[in-house]
């Protein structure tokens, strides 16, 4: 999110998917947070969990190459909108403080959807075996009336 939209707050992991070479990369995290103080969890591989099998090719893009794209070397990928808020409703957490909450209003203004029913026909496009819990839907039915709350109570 901090790609797509300059949100500038603290974050304490980055999310990655890591496909090849996984031992050389954990050792170079693990070497990098050590140099840093940002202990061996900084690089966040649990949101392959979120990836839907349902995801289109133009779903996520090739933000950079490091050090350039005919080398080997770190591709940066990043999802865009309607992706990333349907990855941020499956892992919604309930009670957990507003964090996510604030991520999933972002997106949903983002990408336009301003209706409970809108968000989750969304979900259900890249979750379609997934149904979202209970709990899940009275946070996302809480999110569409903050998103259609008028300006002077929102």
Same mark, same amino acid.
Do not use: C
């Given at each position: 999110?901090?790609?797509?939209?300059?949100?500038?707050?603290?974050?304490? #992991?980055?999310?990655?998917?890591?496909?090849?070479?996984?031992?050389?990369?954990?050792?170079?995290?693990?070497?990098?947070?050590?140099?840093?103080?940002?202990?061996?969890?900084?690089?966040?591989?649990?949101?392959?969990?979120?990836?839907?099998?349902?995801?289109? /090719?133009?779903?996520?893009?090739?933000?950079?190459?490091?050090?350039?794209?005919?080398?080997?070397?770190?591709?940066?990928?990043?999802?865009?909108?309607?992706?990333?808020?349907?990855?941020? +409703?499956?892992?919604?957490?309930?009670? =957990?403080?507003?964090?996510?909450? #604030?991520?999933?209003?972002?997106?949903?203004?983002?990408?336009? +959807? =301003?209706?409970?029913?809108?968000?989750?026909? /969304?979900?259900?496009?890249?979750?379609?075996?997934?149904?979202?819990?209970?709990?899940?839907?009275?946070?996302?039915?809480?999110?569409?009336?903050?998103?259609?709350?008028?300006?002077?109570?929102?």
């Amino acid at each position: 999110m901090i790609l797509h939209f300059g949100i500038n707050r603290v974050t304490h #992991d980055v999310d990655a998917v890591i496909e090849t070479e996984h031992g050389p990369v954990q050792q170079a995290v693990r070497e990098i947070g050590r140099i840093h103080g940002w202990g061996e969890s900084w690089l966040n591989e649990s949101v392959s969990v979120y990836l839907a099998q349902a995801a289109r /090719l133009d779903d996520i893009s090739l933000f950079r190459s490091y050090p350039t794209e005919g080398m080997i070397g770190l591709r940066v990928f990043v999802a865009n909108p309607r992706y990333m808020l349907a990855m941020k +409703l499956a892992a919604l957490r309930t009670g =957990t403080g507003q964090r996510d909450k #604030d991520d999933v209003l972002v997106l949903a203004r983002a990408t336009s +959807l =301003t209706t409970a029913e809108q968000l989750i026909a /969304l979900h259900k496009t890249y979750y379609p075996s997934d149904p979202l819990d209970a709990r899940k839907l009275v946070i996302i039915g809480e999110i569409a009336e903050l998103l259609n709350a008028s300006p002077d109570t929102a």
